[in-house]
């Protein structure tokens, strides 16, 4: 190996710090949230004054997504580069959580029809499978090696799986209730804890089948997948199960103490690479954009 190859630094080169030069990226997630705000509170204003129910769906789309698209940027631009193409990303968050909300009401629709009723373990093992549909499909068929797009990927389905299921709440929230107050509750608490659930969950779930392929203990690698995934679907039955605050509050705090750190842990390893010149600081887990040849 010498100095000049391309991607690996002279011992006394000057380093370049991710946390110096990425810093308006990282910061592009309270932009997205803000927006979001402002543009939900606008809308909502409008829709209050002109009562015209067309402006409704547009309500609905923004309160569903702010907050969950802000933890995707968040996830994403925080580090010294992207961790996985836009492209897979965008997938991962539409069809995700397209197919992972169809799956999921199939599958609970069926065991509702064998069962007379669905065990609150069943829906955790259930919507947490269903999310990871998209997510292992990428994993098999795009053969990642770079661990740190695991966390973004799970992310992205659960964002949007997350801003699907929200929109579904606050449409029935406007049947039953008929109140647009009722409405504006539900999308504020869905979208502030969506977070701390589906998207903690199924982040650290993908993140953890995402070390598999490069980890050189691929059984304990599994192990771990398999132990995180149900601890996830754990969590999302004790969840929905319980009727506690104190309860719920245990929960998303554990999630949003785990997301933190998986993404944490992600942009660590970037600064980590960038510090020492390594080739993988900006290249993308994924073969054809960038990222090592498989």
Same mark, same amino acid.
């Given at each position: 190996m010498t100095y000049g190859t391309p991607g690996f630094a002279a011992p006394n080169a000057p380093v370049a710090f991710a946390d110096e030069r990425s810093w308006p990226r990282r910061l592009l997630w309270l932009l997205v949230l803000v927006g979001g705000v402002v543009a939900y509170v606008v809308v909502l204003f409008a829709l209050v004054q002109t009562e015209n129910l067309n402006l409704f769906p547009a309500l609905l789309l923004i309160g569903s997504v702010t907050v969950p698209a802000a933890t995707l940027v968040f996830a994403e631009d925080g580090g010294a580069a992207p961790t996985a193409p836009v492209g897979i990303v965008v997938f991962a968050a539409i069809v995700g959580g397209v197919i992972g909300i169809l799956a999921a009401s199939i599958l609970e629709y069926d065991t509702l029809r064998g069962l007379g009723s669905v065990p609150m373990i069943f829906v955790g093992l259930i919507e947490e499978a269903a999310k990871l549909i998209v997510p292992l499909a990428l994993y098999l068929l795009w053969r990642?090696?770079?661990?740190?797009?695991?966390?973004?990927?799970? $992310?992205?389905?659960? +964002?949007? /799986?997350?801003?699907?299921?929200? +929109? =579904?709440? =606050?449409?029935?929230?406007?049947?039953?209730?008929? !109140?647009?107050?009722?409405?504006?509750?539900?999308?504020?608490?869905?979208?502030?804890?969506?977070? %701390?659930?589906?998207? #903690?969950?199924?982040?650290?779930? $993908?993140? +953890?089948?995402?070390?598999?392929?490069?980890?050189?203990?691929?059984?304990?690698?599994?192990?771990? /997948?398999? %132990?995180? /995934?149900?601890?996830? #679907?754990?969590?999302?039955?004790?969840?929905?199960? !319980?009727?506690?605050? %104190? $309860?719920?509050?245990?929960?998303?705090?554990?999630?949003?103490?785990?997301?933190?750190?998986?993404?944490? @842990?992600?942009?660590? @390893?970037?600064?980590?690479?960038?510090? /020492?010149?390594?080739?993988? %600081?900006? !290249?993308?887990?994924?073969?054809?954009a960038g990222g090592r040849p498989i």
């Open positions: 990642p090696r770079d661990p740190r797009g695991g966390i973004v990927i799970g $992310v992205a389905s659960g +964002m949007g /799986f997350a801003a699907l299921e929200t +929109m =579904g709440y =606050g449409f029935q929230a406007l049947l039953s209730a008929r !109140s647009l107050a009722a409405v504006d509750d539900t999308l504020l608490l869905r979208a502030l804890l969506s977070p %701390a659930c589906h998207i #903690a969950w199924t982040g650290m779930s $993908v993140a +953890m089948l995402w070390r598999i392929r490069t980890s050189p203990n691929k059984g304990r690698a599994v192990l771990a /997948f398999v %132990a995180t /995934f149900l601890a996830a #679907a754990i969590l999302h039955a004790l969840w929905d199960a !319980s009727t506690s605050i %104190a $309860v719920h509050g245990v929960i998303a705090i554990i999630g949003v103490v785990v997301l933190l750190t998986f993404i944490r @842990r992600a942009h660590r @390893r970037q600064l980590r690479a960038v510090d /020492f010149g390594y080739p993988d %600081a900006g !290249s993308s887990p994924f073969p054809g």
